[in-house]
């Protein structure tokens, strides 16, 4: 009877272990054409594009420094072109909006 037991003990543990590399190797077939689908070129191409693209926070921060440009850059139109104020109240706005811009 005892060997029995460990026949079927050991088959057992055979069948398990078949099982288990049955499904180490479909796992293993997947990921290996996952990896060939990644190396085709389309799929390079709009990888690399999408490297470049900048994220949300990416585009917050351009789209602030944007209008701080444009700000500063109407800013010095306006208060330079202006031939009615004096030069210290061109010169304390002028300061204003550059420090209130480098506080955004």
Request: hydrophobic fraction near 40%; avoid cysteine.
């Given at each position: 009877?005892?060997?029995?037991?460990?026949?079927?003990?050991?088959?057992?543990?055979?069948?398990?272990?078949?099982?288990?590399?049955?499904?180490?190797?479909?796992?293993?077939k997947?990921?290996?054409?996952?990896?060939?689908?990644?190396?085709k070129?389309?799929?390079?191409?709009?990888?690399?594009?999408?490297?470049?693209?900048?994220?949300?926070?990416?585009?917050?921060?351009?789209?602030?420094?944007?209008?701080?440009?444009?700000?500063?850059?109407?800013?010095?139109?306006?208060?330079?072109?202006?031939?009615?104020?004096?030069?210290?109240?061109?010169?304390?706005?002028?300061?204003a909006?550059?420090?209130?811009?480098?506080?955004?």
């Amino acid at each position: 009877m005892r060997k029995i037991d460990k026949s079927e003990k050991l088959d057992k543990a055979i069948a398990i272990l078949e099982a288990k590399q049955k499904k180490d190797f479909i796992e293993l077939k997947s990921q290996a054409q996952q990896f060939t689908d990644s190396l085709k070129p389309k799929n390079l191409i709009n990888q690399s594009i999408q490297s470049f693209l900048p994220s949300s926070e990416e585009k917050k921060d351009m789209l602030k420094s944007l209008a701080i440009l444009a700000l500063g850059y109407v800013s010095k139109k306006v208060f330079l072109n202006s031939s009615h104020s004096s030069s210290w109240l061109k010169k304390g706005i002028d300061y204003a909006v550059q420090f209130f811009s480098k506080k955004v």
